[in-house]
């Protein structure tokens, strides 16, 4: 069985800094793409960034080119999201998926808060 479980979100100042991990269980991590979604009050969810399943390939949604960052250590099971500079409209509850046998899992979300 698929589990993500998402850690690391919290308050933060505008300008800060979080890094999110999501660790995985129950399925061949390294063999995966791996995503970060993120979904604001009264919004759609949308994909942040992704990464392959060796980390050698990655992508971003516009609004957080040059400030997040994704990653993945496969011996671990984890991916992260490294996020600078933050802005308010950050803030949203933050979700790590995959897709194994063309079904996607999502985790349970962390809050990420960004204000002063």
């Known amino acids: 069985q698929v589990q993500l479980v998402e850690s690391g979100g919290g308050l933060v100042q505008p300008g800060g800094s979080l890094r999110l991990s999501c660790l995985a269980s129950g399925f061949t991590f390294s063999v995966y793409a791996m995503s970060w979604y993120r979904q604001a009050p009264g919004k759609e969810r949308e994909l942040v960034a992704a990464?392959?399943?060796?980390?050698?390939?990655?992508t971003y949604a516009d609004s957080v080119k040059g400030r997040f960052t994704i990653s993945r250590d496969n011996r671990k099971n984890t991916v992260y999201l490294q996020m600078n500079s933050l802005k308010p409209e950050d803030t949203a509850v933050y979700y790590c998926?995959?897709?194994?046998?063309?079904?996607?899992?999502w985790g349970q979300g962390t809050q990420v808060t960004v204000s002063s």
């Open positions: 990464i392959s399943s060796a980390g050698g390939s990655t």
């Open positions: 998926n995959t897709r194994v046998s063309g079904r996607p899992s």
